[in-house]
């Protein structure tokens, strides 16, 4: 029998960690284009394919909707010619208004540049062009909170209605983007996502629109959901930033004294334009750098991860366990992307303690944080 | 300190993601020989390798199985002498008996050329050599359902006994395969594998022999459950096809009005001989041709999700959340391979809705498709 | 439309198999430097750099933990004024003592040169440097098990407090180590983590030192967890096999007949110097080298399967299903880096068994192995 394993190749260098290890590589099928995003600068090809899709003709108007384009193979559906209602509140629930924008802007990854784990200096500049949802004033009238990664969180209990006035802010992007949300009810039309012609009135925000969507806080919703970006360029837009965190409570239950939405993802070369990839946990790498939770014995502590990239991820935090929804006590849960994970305990145990993915490659390449409990 | 990581290599190509994003390089075990699957025309190798694998002196007769063949490093163990007996269904059971061959088939991967989700065309030839189960009317006189990906969804009750006679009908591969499956019970006559010098009779069905499986549904059977080729090519045959699953329910439980087993794979050029990788949901990529599975308001639905490849996967539906065996609310659950994930609603949200896998890439690669509501 | 999608290139070879399956590539950050671990050869850089970290500041004497050192960029919190006292057994509970050393070894990963599985033969040599946590008797006087991997499974109650005399016996590699656990209770002083200059007393052991861990076993502790090294080379030491398993039991709750910690890791050229990568059970790799686990019907058995590499695994037995955490029934389920999935059930099902991991590329690589029923 020949040997089956040829030997392995002593040239690969450290550029294949940033390529294999990172993973950085994926497709964007835009409009009528498919993009490769693979290296720098395939995001500007992204961008440019965005750029030129088409306003979908069922936009126009409801009639549309019930007949294809000439030309193209889409079939009609009785899908197509349902109307739906906005939903109201339940009896005692609210209405939950907030007004957000999709706004580019500067982003560091290491403002620091230190990893404060290691006590280590991480060189080299780290700041991009990102894509955030920004939380703004009623009417859109001024910031009320930063344009940055994650997005604000949303919070609401069952039988609430989530009100979202969404205004598509970008200067220099000439795409349409969206909100599109997990874990709470919504009809086609708030549903937030581009699908070709078969796109609703929520799916296609372009530059300078606003658009309303509705969501509904039924009992199921109960939880810690994401939301992102869906619409024509939505894989590269989530990647640089659009993504935000909503959390449905029970009526009337108590808010954790401790509360914090923990998005794990990696902003890499295709994305960035950078040198290098980073393990990211909220736009941030590197302890230091990433956020700082604070609690105090005592205290009722809930964090929030979620997946937001391509890749499966999980959470450990340093001197502590906890009870799965399944009831099994556990300190180091997987979590995939847009997947939720809730870390959930009454705080017992002071001490600086570290939390990260316990992917090691990812730890080791920023995935980690300080909890600080006096 | 240096810095520590190189720039991200500008020269990596759409190539890269295909053969990254995808990861298509496997290894075969077969036989006497490893053979390394990881480019196209590396499947004919690992065939040729099958093909040379000799039927294990186990299966001449009972007696053989006790002494190890000369020259070999097997060890006798009191397992090798132990004797089966076939199991027969608990009292108010039922012998529920199928028909099913192993074949090669032509089969399409994208048969509309269409994205129907981005209204894009998909250029390019998508048709291969599957190897599939294909279900038979009794004594294999005549095709009772289509030769595809995947094989025939098995149905039974606990305390029923599942009859399998399977042929293999292969024509030009000249290899034995097998049907493993999962979640019943079975003695290890019917297991299913190929074990070397350590096989059962179900272990190694050649072309033209067949073999009756038979695998009890015991309470913990209850659930859905993927099976698959596990003879001395497995992992090759199960990539390019050889799979389906099985639903065992509980005694006179009711059948939800819709319910559809959904497989996540890839298929990929090593396996495939194409140009491309696919992300496929039941062997096929792209909105339109993967299932288009539709419900009324009101219908309990239940779709089994299985991984059925070297990846993980996480699997959303747009407009829906339910219950997860922990009984907490999900909308995107992670999968493994051969694991399964079942989703479970009754429809309350009528509307064209998205479902795919949340890897960004796997989506953007074809794995997704449409749930229709009315 | 241009067509989106390159061919695949058809000179990947074997190489890339080992490459990009065994995703070989991995970053240590180690004190002042970050050193990527991606070819043969790479592991020397990392303990070159290990052996360069100094003893953290604020190990030389608690008023040094208060105020960072000059140049730094450390805040100091109160988090590092706080001080901890050695918890104490609770009532009823008991003081469980172990002596362990960390040694390097030499560790094959294939003793019999063969793929019981398959009956073919693997060949070349799988003999490298491991390091490892070896038991030893009450004050460090002889061996009281082996040098292998895993370390010794720790065995406790709810309510016992586990102490663990550790001593550094490495003699060529000059870098400290620890010993983090999972799942039970300790104060900062006992997290077994290098912190950089956050570091407490357990976080940095260096060649010829010897520190006692004191961990608390509370009710949320029970189940088995993984323990390994945590100091500033963890990624490499623990990928080269520091690690092993602790168990917590309720309150004189019976031993399970069968138990066994199953870890799946893989062992790569970067880490081992070999010419190519196995997918581990254990350190060892292919059927007949990985554990043989043997039962008899009736008998209890528990597994406890841990992830120990940058890979997601899945766990499947042949012939078996069991009640997850959640109660359902599974027979394949996903386990991440450092998580644990326990296989429960009585036995009932005699034969020979193949156990393994189900992504294939893996299982196809070693990581599979025997369950003897009787």
Redesign the interface.
């Known amino acids: 029998?020949p040997?089956?394993?040829?030997?392995?190749?002593?040239?690969?260098?450290?550029?294949?960690?940033?390529?294999?290890?990172a993973?950085?590589?994926?497709?964007?099928?835009?409009?009528?284009?498919?993009?490769?995003v693979?290296?720098?600068?395939d995001a500007a090809k992204a961008d440019a394919a965005a750029a030129k899709v088409a306003r979908p003709p069922s936009l126009v108007g409801r009639a549309a909707a019930t007949k294809p384009a000439a030309g193209?193979?889409?079939k009609v559906?009785?899908?197509?010619q349902?109307t739906?209602v906005t939903p109201s509140p339940q009896p005692g629930g609210n209405r939950v208004e907030y007004w957000i924008q999709a706004v580019e802007t500067k982003w560091t990854i290491v403002p620091?540049k230190?990893?404060?784990?290691?006590?280590?200096?991480i060189?080299?500049t780290s700041t991009f062009t990102a894509t955030v949802y920004q939380q703004m004033t009623e009417g859109f009238a001024a910031a009320l909170g930063p344009a940055a990664i994650p997005g604000p969180t949303l919070h609401a209990e069952v039988g609430d209605v989530i009100v979202v006035h969404f205004r598509n802010a970008f200067k220099k992007l000439d795409q349409a983007v969206t909100m599109?949300p997990?874990?709470v009810?919504?009809?086609?039309e708030y549903?937030g996502?581009?699908?070709?012609?078969?796109t609703r009135a929520g799916g296609f925000i372009e530059p300078g629109e606003e658009f309303t969507y509705t969501w509904e806080c039924v009992p199921?919703?109960?939880?810690a959901?994401p939301y992102h970006d869906h619409g024509?360029n939505h894989?590269l837009n989530?990647?640089r930033g659009m993504f935000g965190s909503l959390v449905v409570r029970e009526k009337g239950a108590l808010v954790p004294a401790v509360e914090q939405s923990l998005f794990l993802h990696q902003l890499?070369?295709p994305v960035t334009g950078?040198?290098?990839?980073y393990q990211c946990i909220n736009g941030r790498a590197y302890a230091?750098n990433t956020p700082i939770v604070r609690a105090r014995v005592g205290q009722e502590v809930a964090l929030h991860v979620f997946g937001m990239?391509?890749n499966?991820?999980?959470f450990?935090i340093?001197?502590h366990?906890?009870?799965?929804?399944?009831?099994?006590?556990?300190?180091?849960?997987?979590?995939?992307?847009?997947?939720t994970t809730t870390v959930h305990f009454v705080e017992d145990?002071?001490?600086?303690?570290?939390y990260h993915c316990?992917?090691?490659?990812h730890?080791?390449?920023g995935m980690a944080g300080w909890y600080?409990?006096?």
Chains 1, 2, 3 share one sequence.
């Open positions: 029998m040997d089956p394993l040829e030997p392995f190749d002593p040239t690969s260098s450290r550029r294949r960690f940033l390529q294999v290890g993973a950085g590589a994926f497709l964007c099928t835009i409009g009528g284009e498919t993009v490769s693979a290296k720098r600068g193209t193979g889409a559906e009785p899908t197509e349902q739906y620091s230190r990893d404060d784990w290691h006590d280590v200096k060189p080299g599109h997990h874990g009810k919504y009809n086609p549903d996502v581009y699908l070709g012609q078969y199921e919703s109960v939880g959901w024509p894989t989530t990647f890499q070369p950078l040198k290098r990839s230091g990239d391509n499966f991820h999980d450990h340093h001197g366990r906890w009870k799965d929804s399944a009831g099994a006590f556990v300190d180091t849960p997987s979590v995939g992307p847009n997947e145990n002071p001490g600086r303690w570290l316990h992917v090691f490659s730890q080791d390449a600080l409990v006096e």
